[in-house]
Structures are given as structure tokens and as C-alpha cells.
């Protein structure tokens, strides 16, 4: 049927959206993976930036390993989910250093705080690998990933080559709150070799931990833990904010492929199948 809404998906960059629209005329164009913001022809966007207006945009979620090793972990007989204030760990630190100058300052001044009272979990692998499962990286596998996301009341989400990121998806559908300092969340202009601009712009008003920089991180992780039950609170309010914002998100994501198309022009023209 001619107006029935479709997506056209591509993962390669060099499959441009006059490519993917010659072979799918009646779809509207997607490139995933594109965290630097560098393609700007396709019509609907997984990484939010302010230079590129009036896409559709469909969050990240988190990433297919991820979900499927939650799928799992959630169908358990033995599955509980935890308040922050039951969980094993104040907050974890899994990331891997080499996709941010910021993250090797974050390592840093973790490792200099290993005397520290707090409970948390680290692994900050030296350089980033496409598979996490893989056994020739450092980084953790991706089932232990989302149970030590589970077991932790704050997940840090230090900006890699974006601020927008998996991480945040997941620890908030893990029940764990996300960790950002002000500098990656607020950040204006292109961030690190990325044209994207204001990333986290639907993120702003989310009842995450913000903090002024990384150096106030655990005075003040200290001083929340040491309050349950505001500690649970903010994990409530956080899901209540992400329950809504992806069911408003989403919307308008529905609303945008169920537009009519706006051209009905050949874009087949020149190019070579």
C-alpha cells in the first residue's frame, strides 16, 4: 500500500538517503550509529542535535546485547529488583577511557579515592572494543554489565565521542541513577570532534545526579547515600520521568512517519543500483 509508513535503516555511512530512497521510494531514511551528527540528509535521527532540525527523532534505547541480557536476567525465578537504597554498590564506573580526554581525568581521580568507605565497581578498560563479550578486550561482558547496572544506585555516564549515549537508557531501565557532570550535559557548541549540539537537550529536566564536576563525586554520592529514603524517591521520580518522556518521545516519533510524504519526485535519478 502505497501510504503505508516505512523506515528505511542503514548502518553504512557511504548508503547515503538518495540511495536508500531509490530503493525504497515510499520510506522515510534512517542512519544508525551516527554519534558524531555527521549525516544530515536522512530523516529520521537516533543522535539529537539542535544544527540538524526538523527530523524525526527515535532514542537509542539500550543496546540490543544490553536488553537481551535483561530480557534474561528479568525472566529469573530468582530476579528481585532493588530500591537504590538495598543495592550492593553506590555507584559504578564501567567505561572505556579512550573515547574521552574527560573519562581519563574521571579514571583518575577514581583510582586516587581506592581507600574510599564507599561500596562501587569498577572497570575502566584503556581503549573502547566494538564487542564488549569479546575475550581479547578489558571491557566486562554485557550480562555482567546490566547485573552490576542492577546492583548499583548511581551508574556514571561520562561523555565518550557523544554525551547522548546508551548508558543512560540502560541504567535508568535498570533502576540505577544516571551520574553526568554539568559540562557534558549542558554543553552548547560541538563536542569533541562531533558537529552534534545540545545532545541532551530532552534530557535537561531529568531528576538525574548532576554534578558541578567529577571532583564532587563522592562527597556527594556519600551524603545521598546516607539518606534512604530520598534515595528511593529519586529513583521513582527518575522512572516516572523516563516512562513519560519515551511515551512522548515515541509519539511523536509515530506522528512523524505517519506523515504524508512530501515529494513524490524520482530520487532514483543517477543513481547506480
Not at 543496546?63 to 537504590?84: A, E, M, N, V
Not at 541504567?171 to 557532570?181: F, T
Not at 522512572?239 to 512530501?262: C, K, N, P, Q
Request: with cysteine; hydrophobic share 35%.
Amino acid at each position: 500500500v502505497n501510504n503505508t509508513p516505512c523506515l528505511a535503516v542503514s548502518r553504512e555511512r557511504d548508503c547515503d538517503s538518495k540511495k536508500l530512497k531509490c530503493n525504497y521510494p515510499q520510506c522515510k531514511t534512517m542512519l544508525t550509529g551516527d554519534e558524531r551528527c555527521r549525516a544530515r540528509s536522512h530523516d529520521v535521527r537516533a543522535y539529537y542535535s539542535a544544527t540538524i532540525p526538523n527530523k524525526g527523532y527515535l532514542p537509542l534505547g539500550p543496546r540490543l546485547d544490553s536488553w537481551t541480557s535483561f530480557r534474561k536476567i528479568h525472566s529469573s525465578h530468582q530476579f528481585l529488583f532493588q530500591p537504590t537504597s538495598k543495592r550492593q554498590f553506590a555507584f559504578n564506573a564501567i567505561f572505556s577511557q579512550s573515547t574521552n580526554e574527560g573519562r581519563q581525568e574521571l579514571a583518575k581521580i577514581i583510582e586516587d579515592q581506592s581507600d574510599s568507605n564507599l561500596s562501587f565497581f569498577t572497570i575502566m578498560a584503556k581503549r573502547w572494543n566494538v564487542n564488549a563479550n569479546s575475550l581479547l578486550t578489558e571491557q566486562l561482558n554485557t550480562d555482567s554489565y546490566i547485573e552490576v547496572l542492577l546492583d548499583s544506585a548511581f551508574t556514571l555516564a561520562p561523555a565518550g565521542h557523544n554525551p547522548e549515549c546508551f548508558r543512560l537508557f540502560e541504567a535508568v531501565e535498570a533502576g540505577s541513577i544516571p551520574v553526568l557532570v554539568k559540562g557534558d550535559l549542558h554543553k552548547k557548541s560541538s563536542f569533541h570532534n562531533s558537529q552534534c549540539k545540545e545532545a541532551l537537550h530532552h534530557w535537561y529536566d531529568a531528576p538525574m545526579l548532576v554534578l558541578d564536576s567529577w571532583n564532587d563525586l563522592f562527597p556527594t554520592v556519600e551524603r545521598l547515600m546516607g539518606d534512604h529514603e530520598a534515595l528511593d524517591e529519586m529513583q521513582v521520580k527518575l522512572r516516572t520521568w523516563y516512562d513519560e518522556y519515551m511515551h512522548s518521545v515515541v509519539g511523536g516519533f509515530e506522528d512523524f512517519m505517519l506523515e504524508a510524504a512530501i515529494e513524490e519526485k524520482s530520487v532514483c535519478d543517477d543513481i547506480l543500483l
